[in-house]
């Protein structure tokens, strides 16, 4: 306090200085590029994926199995900036979306998807308390949608089917999948949605599912990513989010023969952490 009050000219003015410097950065930040950004998120045994667009539109796929999602979501955010334009429930299993009732509750939220599936878990029950508390607009899903952002990004919805009843499923074979597009470069998004689901997409149309980067499904377990299926993606990258020491045992070994037989570069939160690529439509880079 001695320093502050013999040179407080001084330090006045580096305060107004870090100041100015926080305000041109924060607007800086807030740029429109031509850069897409996809996180897949460090947070434990479950899935969260983050995608900052080119124009800075933000989505949130799944918020993982607690509150270190928002940790996560600090990382990237600047300071005090609470906004999500899109927040995506691929199905309401505990370890998708056990982080979502507070990211619901401490961000504007402009827009909540979802399946439609029913849980028994008090977890979804809380989130659609909040999702309704707060007025946030609540969409069902299906194939045939297609969210286009404005910049040249578009989620197409390839699961649920149309015209499909999902609530009585089993949750998993209810999962959101959705391709995310940018230019020549596409992200496959599966939830956990298991073989016999990946069969009706290889049947409803398989060249579609070709993408850049696939997210494993359901964390790497043998119950998703069927060789069929992996050929048909074709992926440079296949993500796994996961957590250490899983007792699960994720990612099964079977899996990861797949995935190497089809010439996937394999890379998981449990070895990397939080995981971002970068994609200007043209190339693609893992940072």
């Not at 001084?10 to 926080?22: D, F, K, P, Q, R």
């Not at 045939?144 to 699961?159: C, E, T």
């Not at 994720?250 to 939080?274: F, N, R, Y």
Request: aromatic share 8%.
């Amino acid at each position: 306090m001695n320093f502050v009050k013999k040179y407080w000219r001084e330090t006045l003015v580096c305060v107004l200085v870090l100041a100015n410097i926080s305000v041109w950065f924060a607007i800086y930040q807030k740029q429109p590029g031509d850069i897409l950004k996809v996180y897949f998120l460090d947070i434990g045994q479950g899935d969260a994926i983050f995608i900052d667009l080119p124009t800075h539109g933000r989505v949130l796929v799944d918020g993982g199995p607690n509150r270190k999602v928002l940790s996560e979501l600090g990382k990237i955010l600047p300071f005090a900036d609470k906004r999500i334009d899109v927040v995506i429930e691929t199905h309401p299993d505990k370890d998708h979306i056990g982080g979502l009732p507070e990211v619901v509750s401490r961000y504007n939220v402009g827009l909540f998807l979802e399946p439609g599936v029913e849980s028994e878990n008090s977890i979804d029950d809380e989130l659609k308390k909040r999702v309704e508390q707060k007025n946030i607009p609540s969409v069902l899903v299906r194939r045939g949608m297609v969210i286009n952002f404005g910049d040249g990004v578009k989620l197409q919805i390839l699961f649920p089917i149309q015209n499909q009843d999902v609530s009585k499923w089993e949750t998993n074979r209810a999962s959101i999948v959705a391709k995310l597009v940018y230019g020549n470069k596409s992200f496959l998004l599966t939830g956990d949605s298991p073989i016999p689901i990946e069969d009706v997409l290889l049947k409803l149309d398989a060249k579609i599912l070709n993408s850049d980067v696939l997210k494993a499904g359901h964390h790497g377990s043998r119950t998703s990513t069927s060789l069929e299926y992996a050929e048909a993606v074709s992926p440079e990258y296949a993500v796994i989010s996961a957590g250490k020491d899983n007792t699960y045992g994720h990612p099964h070994k079977e899996v990861l023969d797949i995935l190497k037989q089809v010439g996937a570069q394999i890379v998981s939160t449990i070895d990397l952490g939080t995981i971002r690529f970068e994609t200007n439509g043209k190339t693609l880079e893992m940072k």
